[in-house]
């Protein structure tokens, strides 16, 4: 493998792994403790004004990801590209769905739908970090 396709590789699994370790932080550390820490009525504003960036920065870190892997696959040749594309593509559609249609609609909703929106928050989250896990796992087949 080239110097350029090893950065190139290096580059995407940064990207993949930086997104999913910012995912699994948030959902399993930060998001808990802070709803222990401030309970719900408090926790819930502070969560609410996160949500926009964090999708935004998964969205960010999912391009540059496919950059790096297009680029790997063009200077190197990866034998599972298509699967660390798809992989990668369904979870930048998880996180722009959730930004971009899921959020508006927790905000109109307000409290009275928080539960049915929180499913599919929490839905659309796992389905993106097993997305990434996959296209991390495909660089490396």
């Known amino acids: 493998m080239s110097l350029a396709a090893a950065a190139a590789s290096f580059v995407a699994d940064l990207a993949l792994g930086a997104w999913f370790g910012a995912m699994a932080f948030f959902s399993f550390v930060a998001a808990p403790t802070t709803f222990s820490v401030l309970g719900t009525d408090d926790a819930g504003p502070v969560v609410n004004e996160i949500f926009p960036t964090y999708y935004q920065v998964g969205l960010g870190l ?9 680029v790997t696959d063009e200077l190197a040749g ?13 979870a930048i559609v998880a996180a722009a769905y ?9 905000e109109a909703a307000g409290d009275d739908a928080f539960s049915q929106y929180h499913s599919q928050s929490v839905a659309l989250n796992a389905l ?3 997305a990434v896990l996959v296209a991390l796992a495909a660089t490396h087949a």
């Open 62 to 70: 999912g391009f540059v990801a496919l950059g790096g892997i297009g």
């Open 98 to 106: 959730a930004r971009y249609r899921l959020i508006p609609k927790m």
């Open 78 to 90: 990866l034998d599972y590209y298509w699967v660390a594309y798809g992989a990668t593509a369904v």
């Open 128 to 130: 993106a970090m097993l």
